[in-house]
């Protein structure tokens, strides 16, 4: 025969009724950055799809027609390393923008292996008016901070990931 406490449910439903009202503990993962980062990209991404399916734009899309606007004639190897997207999954996200007519592949006059990436008027256009939509929805996502505030969150994960 085992010896069993009686009556131990009361406890446990006491305890359980005890905790449910009581703030969830949550200090170590808020002491740390990778979780923050994380509980902020949770909230600001959301936003980011809603506000760029007009655009049909997933944030990879629009981080490497951003680089095409402000670097045009570069290569898809540096491209590649830039957004951190592998060569051949690379090919294939931009066989997709150009035949939306976003942008076109050239021959490197340097090196005729190589092609070179360019953004069409089509891309241009749309890319500016993305980032303009971007702008906005890190304003509003951010609206807890002031500017300078803002500024020096981005200087500061900059610091994290560029060295």
Do not use: W
């Amino acid at each position: 025969m085992t010896n069993k406490p009686k009556n131990r449910k009361p406890e446990l439903i006491d305890a359980v009724h005890e905790a449910a009202e009581q703030p969830l503990d949550q200090s170590t993962l808020l002491g740390l950055v990778g979780y923050n980062c994380r509980r902020a990209y949770i909230n600001i991404m959301p936003v980011f799809e809603k506000r760029m399916a007009k655009y049909q734009l997933r944030p990879v899309d629009f981080s490497v027609l951003s680089l095409l606007k402000a670097n045009p004639n570069i290569n898809q190897k540096r491209l590649s390393d830039a957004v951190n997207v592998s060569p051949p999954n690379l090919a294939i996200l931009l066989d997709r923008l150009q035949e939306r007519g976003l942008l076109l592949r050239q021959r490197s006059p340097l090196d005729r292996r190589s092609q070179t990436l360019v953004l069409t008027p089509a891309g241009l256009s749309m890319c500016t008016k993305a980032e303009k939509t971007a702008s906005d929805l890190e304003v509003d996502a951010t609206a807890a901070l002031t500017d300078a505030e803002r500024a020096q969150l981005i200087k500061l994960l900059q610091k994290i990931y560029m060295e």
